[in-house]
């Protein structure tokens, strides 16, 4: 009897916890039942797969060829998906010759849709677009033809996790490629790929406030958020229910996808850690079909894994449980000055900032930064850029961001830099004696102006260790290298500077898979470059190696630096150490155990080095083409 009671207790409880992780659009799941009558939805066996090693296939499916599904296989996928499937084209095929010709769509793309959030939104596209191959170019009465390029062939718009078994199970059982697009925010081409299933998690934008949350030591509010909320959804949600959580910057940003898979950072990084530090739970469809919650109880292997070995690896994330804090304010002031060497009474200053000193104006920027582990020491972060103006002209803009402080902490904080700016190297900055505010952190939810549409920038970066900071000379080489980018690369350097330290991270953060080279930075330093599309592969590798050159000279300087993959570069040399660290190589385990079809690909995600887009042009680090094995490769 008494063993009995306990069975069934235990049962209850194990079901009412199930139930309270799931959103409704999670319990709506694939059963064997629905695979029955279509076999190409069958779940898949990790027991019974071939080897990771296999040889074949060599390529994944492609449009066309032998081996890609029939019309009745997409219509019945269709069927089994509910109507989901979309197959779209380009949004810029509006402005070529053929059906989808229509003037006042291509102007209105052309002109005015940058003030909307229409690429958001958009199933296809990506804000980095040159992966795509530039198949398919934005411009009032384009030239030639439009293809799809590196875009995926059909897309899942999904709302039900059904939804997202069905597609994984039908992409592994028809070795089809398969990606995972959520706001196309990647800069690497991640979430795209020519001939392929893409799942769209955009719409999955549940949300819920658990005031309390109880799992291992973490007792407190917490939150569950769908995989397709956006930090501007999450911010207004943070306003509604008076509680902070750790979102990203930029307000279009996916609030859980790729921010998190690989660590992410926000204004609250210093206090409260990476975007990953701050998951409780989490739900996910893995390669096999099923799905699974992973958290510190369950499947340890993956909870470890599944925060910071990057996105699209594992499987698909529908929802996590993020920790959440009670309201809290950022203050803020704006520090900015600049230098034109030619500057003289015919060309009076534009900056009332402006210098015509170089010296003066670098030791002042060095200096700025050597100021930053004050503001990170009481929880707070430097963000930075040193932009080149042309004619040896620079600015600097800065701003020092700390949560709750008070404005008179705050001045005597900041103070003395300005102090030392004006002595020591003349430059005529003062602190505001007026309008320094604490505002609510929760306060910005606007989704308005976010101005999100397709551009080509590529960063490639290094997360500076905290240790340059308490070595002058150490310091001045680095700086010396910063300064060389700027002055002779052309390129604008961006500086965050903040330490998620392990401490800061705390239960469950500071064990996981995040690159540790995030423990110990004080500064995410990156040169940013613009990749504009239509240039030829040679153009390309020589643009690459010369950007590159600069940041190997910051790594001299730095032995065994790493590199934040989701403001690093896609061809990046020895990726899996600088982007993953050490812990890379139990990752390739995981990876191997969970995934061992490699249904799940990504370039310099973990295990991807086995294959390679095979683009017809060699277009370097380029999504347009067949993804094949790698001859000889892992
Ligand atoms: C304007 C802008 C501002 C940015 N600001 C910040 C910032 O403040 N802080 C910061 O840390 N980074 C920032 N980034 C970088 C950002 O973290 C990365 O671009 C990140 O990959 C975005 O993730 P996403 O899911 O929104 O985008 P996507 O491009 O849709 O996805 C990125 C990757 O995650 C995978 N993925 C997405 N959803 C899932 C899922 N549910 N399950 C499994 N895999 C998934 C995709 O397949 C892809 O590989 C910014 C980028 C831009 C363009
Ligand atoms: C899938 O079905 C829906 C509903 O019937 C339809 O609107 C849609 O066009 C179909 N998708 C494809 C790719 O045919
Ligand atoms: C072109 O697009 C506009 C705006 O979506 C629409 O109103 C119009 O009917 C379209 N024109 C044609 C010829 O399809
Ligand atoms: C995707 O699905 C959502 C929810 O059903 C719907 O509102 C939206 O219009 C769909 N998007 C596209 C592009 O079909
Ligand atoms: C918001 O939360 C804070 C502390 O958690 C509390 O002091 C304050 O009264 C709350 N505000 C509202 C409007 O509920
Ligand atoms: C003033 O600046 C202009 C343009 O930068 C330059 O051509 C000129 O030589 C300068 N004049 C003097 C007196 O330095
Ligand atoms: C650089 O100087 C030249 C000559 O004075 C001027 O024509 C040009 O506009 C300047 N460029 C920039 C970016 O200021
Ligand atoms: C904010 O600062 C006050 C005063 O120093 C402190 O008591 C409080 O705990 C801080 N709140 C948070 C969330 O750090
Ligand atoms: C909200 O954020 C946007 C974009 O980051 C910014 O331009 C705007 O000034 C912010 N508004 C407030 C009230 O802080
Ligand atoms: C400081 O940095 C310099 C230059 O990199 C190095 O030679 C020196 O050993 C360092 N000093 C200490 C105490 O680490």
Redesign the pocket.
């Known amino acids: 009897m008494y063993p009995l009671r306990v069975f069934f207790a235990a049962s209850l409880l194990a079901a009412l916890e199930v139930a309270g992780k799931a959103f409704p659009f999670e319990s709506i799941q694939l059963t064997q039942a629905d695979t029955q009558h279509f076999p190409a939805i069958e779940f898949g066996n990790r027991e019974t797969a071939p080897p990771w090693t296999n040889p074949t296939p060599r390529c994944r499916a492609w449009p066309g060829s032998p081996g890609w599904p029939c019309e009745t296989e997409w219509r019945q996928l269709n069927i089994s998906l509910e109507g989901a499937l979309l197959r779209p084209l380009p949004p810029a095929s509006a402005c070529y010759e053929g059906d989808s010709y229509n003037e006042t769509t291509c102007r209105w793309l052309v002109e005015e849709s940058r003030r909307t959030h229409f690429w958001i939104d958009d199933p296809l596209s990506t804000l980095t677009q040159w992966p795509q191959g530039g198949t398919c170019r934005l411009a009032i009465d384009a030239e030639g033809t439009c293809t799809r390029g590196g875009f995926p062939e059909y897309v899942v718009n999904a709302t039900t996790v059904k939804q997202i078994q069905t597609a994984v199970n039908f992409a592994r059982n028809k070795n089809l490629r398969l990606v995972i697009k959520n706001t196309g925010h990647d800069f690497g081409g991640r979430s795209m790929g020519a001939g392929s299933l893409s799942i769209w998690v955009h719409n999955l934008k549940d949300f819920e406030f658990i005031p309390e949350y109880t799992i291992g030591p973490y007792s407190g509010m917490a939150v569950r958020v769908g995989a397709g909320v956006e930090s501007w959804d999450q911010f207004n949600h943070m306003a509604t229910n008076n509680i902070s959580v750790v979102a990203p910057g930029g307000?279009t940003v996916g609030a859980v996808g790729g921010w998190i898979a690989v660590a992410g950072h926000g204004s609250l990084t210093s206090k409260y850690g990476l975007g990953a530090d701050q998951v409780l739970s989490i739900n996910i469809v893995m390669a096999d079909g099923r799905f699974l919650t992973v958290d510190p109880n369950h499947h340890q292997d993956l909870w470890w894994a599944l925060r910071g070995g990057g996105p699209s690896t594992f499987g698909v994330i529908t929802s996590v449980i993020l920790k959440a804090y009670p309201p809290i304010t950022t203050t803020s002031v704006i520090l900015s000055f600049s230098v034109n060497p030619f500057l003289n009474s015919t060309t009076p200053p534009q900056d009332p900032n402006s210098l015509t000193d170089l010296t003066s104006f670098w030791r002042g920027v060095s200096l700025s930064y050597h100021y930053c582990p004050k503001i990170i020491a009481v929880g707070g972060y430097c963000f930075s850029y040193i932009t080149p103006l042309g004619n040896s002209s620079f600015s600097f803009t800065s701003s020092q961001i700390i949560p709750n402080i008070t404005v008179p902490a705050y001045r005597t904080l900041l103070q003395p830099l300005y102090t030392q700016l004006n002595t020591l190297h003349n430059i005529p900055v003062s602190l505001p004696t007026t309008g320094i505010t604490p505002?609510l952190y929760a306060?910005?939810g606007?989704r308005t102006?976010?101005g999100d549409f397709p551009v080509n920038t590529r960063y490639r970066s290094r997360l500076f260790p905290a240790y340059l900071w308490q070595n002058a000379t150490a310091w001045e080489e680095v700086f010396a290298a910063i300064r060389a980018g700027v002055e002779e690369g052309g390129y604008t350097f961006h500086g965050i500077a903040y330490s998620p330290t392990a401490e800061v991270a705390g239960w469950p953060g500071a064990d996981s898979a995040v690159n540790p080279a995030w423990r110990e930075t004080a500064l995410h330093g990156s040169l940013m470059d613009v990749q504009p599309e239509g240039i030829t592969a040679e153009e390309v590798r020589a643009k690459d190696e010369r950007v590159q050159g600069y940041v190997a000279r910051w790594q001299k300087l730095m032995p065994g630096v790493g590199a934040y993959m989701n403001e690093g570069d896609p061809a990046e040399k020895e990726w899996q150490w600088r982007f993953y660290g050490a812990g890379y190589r139990r990752l390739v385990r995981i990876k191997r155990e969970w995934d061992p079809w490699g249904v799940f690909w990504a370039r310099t995600t973990v295990g991807s080095e086995g294959w390679e887009v095979v683009t017809a042009d060699g277009y370097p680090m380029g999504q347009n083409g067949r993804l094949c094995r790698v001859e000889g490769g892992a």
Do not use: C, D, V, W
């Open positions: 307000p505002t306060g910005n606007s102006g976010a």
